[in-house]
């Protein structure tokens, strides 16, 4: 039954960038599709340039709306993703991002793991916020080029998505292309191989410390319909959950932790049937530990 639910999940995920990314005569003629679709922002990280991609990015969504002249900011893309996030919070992160499972499936190679201290670790988890911060809102909203425009700082100078999804299709499939990579296309595919190296040893790497979409919908993931309930009066504390739980969460006592992509892998792991996702903000029973510290009191 769990790896049922695990298979389940990498086919949603495998389906999902599938059927984002079905524009094939893109990959053939190596062109980018701008069709109506284009209009749309799927609600995972997938690149805008990426030969296939039907819909756009919401990062770079977001960066292409600034209007640094007028300081437009970009209302709709933002509303968008507060309402994604408002619903389901990092859902999406755990089920319709592909760079998410190209990680996860380059986390399964059979190699020693880095567990990264948590003194540094919980550190890094900040990183994320900074880029949305500096690099998605402040630097392309107030930020003038030459030509008096905001620049999308992230999706020039570090996303490894667009690189990898959008800048190695176009330069391999593209002649002039080759030739007109310079050192900004170098930079970011040192980048790109630094977080798919990366990837093989620490899980999902970028989607801890560096992803601006995941630290956007960790904003919301407290207050979001789709919530993670624990049931205190059935958990036996044998800590399980935490032990599976790919993110490092302290779930029984954050089960909707900013960190949590609901994977749905701690429910699986849980032996006594105490976590389940639900709806609503009803406060969870006490734990074992709680009832004994009542009791000796």
Known sequence: MKDRFALLRKAVQLGWGLLTNAHITGFVKGTIYQGPLKNFCVPGMNCYSCPGALGACPIGAMQSL?????????????????????????????????????????????????????????????????VLL???FLLPFFWRSELGVGEPFFCKYLCPVGTL????????????????????????????????????????????????????YALFQKVSVLRLKLD??????????????PMGVAVT???????????????????????????????????????MNIREE
């Open 66 to 130: 600034f209007d640094a002249r007028r300081r437009k900011f970009a209302f709709s893309v933002v509303g968008y993703l507060a309402a994604l996030g408002l619903l389901v919070g990092r859902f999406i992160c755990g089920w319709l991002c592909l760079f998410g499972l190209i990680q996860e499936l380059l986390y399964k190679i059979p190699l020693p793991k880095l567990k990264v201290p948590k003194k540094i670790d919980r550190v890094l988890r900040y990183l994320k916020y900074a």
């Open 134 to 136: 500096i690099l998605v």
């Open 165 to 216: 999804e959008g800048g190695v299709p176009l330069v391999l499939l593209q002649e002039q292309l080759k030739s007109a990579a310079g050192f900004l296309f170098r930079w970011k595919f040192a980048l790109m191989a630094l977080v798919l190296l990366s990837s093989v040893y620490i899980h999902r790497p970028f989607c801890k410390y560096l992803c601006p979409l995941g630290a956007f």
């Open 232 to 245: 205190g009066e059935k958990c036996v504390s044998c800590g399980k959950c935490e032990k599976t739980c």
């Open 253 to 291: 006592r954050d089960p909707n932790s900013a960190e949590c992509i609901r994977c749905g892998a701690c429910v699986r792991a849980c032996p006594a049937g105490a976590l389940r996702f639900g709806s609503g903000a009803k406060k969870p029973g006490l734990n074992k530990n709680e009832k």
